[in-house]
């Protein structure tokens, strides 16, 4: 059972035509449409110009479930903006103007 805990490890792990293949194959399955504005009732269409508008998420983290890497009932297509908040990446700092009365 491979693992996938360093850097190096997922790198190569993503980059393998056995991933693109099945990523490919998710995104066809879930109608490139993020699985979490969907279920938010938000409609986003798929940008084909832009480089990547759409993730493919591990439910269980290869990390911790590497039996599961290429488990597809284990992946769900998200947009950019949802994936990089179930991770906690770039998420928008508080104003702390936000709740001052405007005049």
Known sequence: MPEYKTTEQKRKFYKSKEWRTLRERI???????????????????????????????????????????????????????HHNAKHGRYQRKPNKWEADERW
């Open 27 to 81: 995104l066809k399955e879930q109608n490139y449409e993020c699985q979490e504005c969907k279920r938010l009732g938000l409609v986003k269409l798929h940008d084909p110009t832009k480089h990547k508008s759409l993730d493919i998420d591990h439910v269980n983290e290869i990390e911790t479930h590497p039996e599961l890497a290429l488990e597809p009932s284990n992946l769900r297509v998200l947009c950019i903006p």
